[in-house]
């Protein structure tokens, strides 16, 4: 409405400037008058400048209008002209409203951005910011109060702390999430993620103090392992201190001293042979228990390389071939997509594997469908999934939770340290061993590499 309002204003002008020189000429060669034509011409230039100064009178509103949204000034209001005639209140009217909303968005804008402060502010997980040239954009109370360095203004700052952390954040990837121990009490869990703002690319690390945390979970694992030793060496000692009572006892009734040493019965020999053997058994089975300790706090640092899935697949699966072919049991291989390569030890991977591949193959072995799934999927940027499926017996909820606490196991025979071993060796490759399992149907253990 005002556009259309404001071109009848220009056309009537120009029709108005059009008729007026019309009339100069005709009055001027036709009538051989000269001050009616005089009178016109100052007419003409007076409609010419008043549809000057009314064209400029819009474009100067319109320029302030502009300029307003680009410094975001909304605090310029625009007033209305009587002699410009109504398009030009309306013009003054929209412009007036479109700077209330503007205004209105900015501050709502401002109070979301201090909310959002706030909400930093008062969240216990660190929060830092930084650019490309390593300027802090943004650290709240939480990281200050972790990393205790004062006038913290540069991520350089950051190797007043710890060189290697300073290293090691600056080369993380967006994603990326690293567990670093600084001191004694200071471990830290830092995480990175990239953003673009203002035109520029930032990291963003959050960082948490998960030292309580281990020092609860490190005392309860202790606690755990205190109760499982000590259930187990009383499990040898006990029979072991009874079997001594009673072979002293038939040495002491059985036997009987003679010129050159001792006689005894052949009963009460018998028994202290019976007495010897089951110490020895019982020996052996300690010893083994604590070699399988050994084992189990003694996993070497990973050696990592990059490795082809499909062959890593191959080999392992070669190895046990002959143990599934004499168990009638199918192994299936699934590799998404075929190319695919993980960063890891092979060694300490193809151990897992097998370990794996063996319990599933115990699993299946009572039941119709006798199939092993090794499938490995590529996702990009989250890693890497490496998983052995099978359709056997499964493991029931209770279990579940257990399975990866060392010398917890659910067969006959067995020390319960595979899984547990298995988890460690995860663990030290940043990754995760997770199980899920539907007892009847399906279970499935899930490698995850990051």
Known sequence: MVYKRFSIGISLRIVGITICLFLIVWLYYSQGLWLAPGILFLVVLILTGEMIYYVNSINHKLARFLDSIRFTDFSSSFTSDSKMGGSFREVNLAFNEVMEVFKQTRAEKEEQMLFLQVIIQHINTGIISFNTNGKIGIINNAAKHLLQIPQFRDIGDLGKLSPKLLKEVTEMKPGQRISFKV???????????????????????????????????ELEAWQNLTKVLRHEIMNSITPISSLVESLRTILDEDSYVQQEGFLIKRDGFQDIQEGLDTIANRSKGLVTFVNAYRDYTNIPEPKKELVEVKMLF??????????????????????????????????????????????????????????????????????????VEDHGAGIIPEALERIFVPFYTTKKTG????????????????????????????????????
Do not use: Y
């Open 314 to 387: 191959e080999n392992v699966t070669g190895l046990m071939r002959e143990e599934l072919r004499s168990n009638m049991i199918d192994i299936q291989l699934e590799i998404v997509p075929l190319d695919l390569e993980v960063l890891c030890d092979p060694d300490q991977i193809s151990m897992i594997l097998i370990n794996l591949i063996k319990n599933a193959a115990e699993s299946v072995l009572n039941q119709a469908d006798r199939s092993i799934t090794l499938r490995a999927i590529g996702q990009g940027d989250m890693g890497t999934l490496i998983q």
């Open 415 to 450: 020390s319960g340290i595979g899984l547990a071993i298995s988890r460690q060796i995860m663990n030290l490759h940043r990754g995760s061993l997770q199980v899920t399992s539907v007892p009847g149907e399906k279970t499935v253990f899930t490698m995850s590499f990051k």
């Open 183 to 217: 001191n004694s009490g200071l471990h830290l869990i830092v995480q990175s993620a990239s953003l673009k703002m203002g035109g520029q690319s930032w990291t963003l690390l959050s960082l948490q103090n998960i030292n309580a945390e281990l020092q609860s979970n």
